[in-house]
Nanobody, 127 residues
Framework: QVQLVESGGGLVQPGGSLRLSCAAS????????MGWFRQAPGKDREFVAA????????SYTDSVKGRFTISRDNAKNTVYLQMNNLKPEDTAVYYC????????????????????WGQGTQVTVSS
């Protein structure tokens, strides 16, 4: 079992940057694909980005391509989401998620694909 703890959220002005971190417990982090999702007020949770266990492949939702970067450090049991050029519509609670799979491609961008979830961290983009 994996426990996930997100950090790094906060208030930032439009055009600013934040880096979210998700620390995982356990000794098998390197066997999990990782994803980031977000949920804005009054909306369903949506996929943001994912990365394979080896960092070989990543995937992004169209609205964040070119602005967000997902990465991981298996030695530190941590996955990151670097968010640049933030927009007010990026305001949401951001969740990291884990799926135990040693696949060559990231999991499909669906909530039900993932096995474990963190508690979320709030990101607010506002002037």
């Amino acid at each position: 079992q994996v426990q996930l703890v997100e950090s790094g959220g906060g208030l930032v002005q439009p055009g600013g940057s934040l880096r979210l971190s998700c620390a995982a417990s356990g000794r098998t982090f390197g066997t999990y694909a990782m994803g980031w999702f977000r949920q804005a007020p009054g909306k369903d949770r949506e996929f943001v980005a994912a990365i394979t266990w080896s960092s070989a492949k990543t995937s992004y939702t169209d609205s964040v391509k070119g602005r967000f970067t997902i990465s991981r450090d298996n030695a530190k049991n941590t996955v990151y989401l670097q968010m640049n050029n933030l927009k007010p519509e990026d305001t949401a609670v951001y969740y990291c998620a884990a799926k135990r799979i040693l696949g060559l491609l990231p999991p499909p961008p669906e909530e039900y694909e993932y096995d474990y979830w963190g508690q979320g961290t709030q990101v607010t983009v506002s002037s």
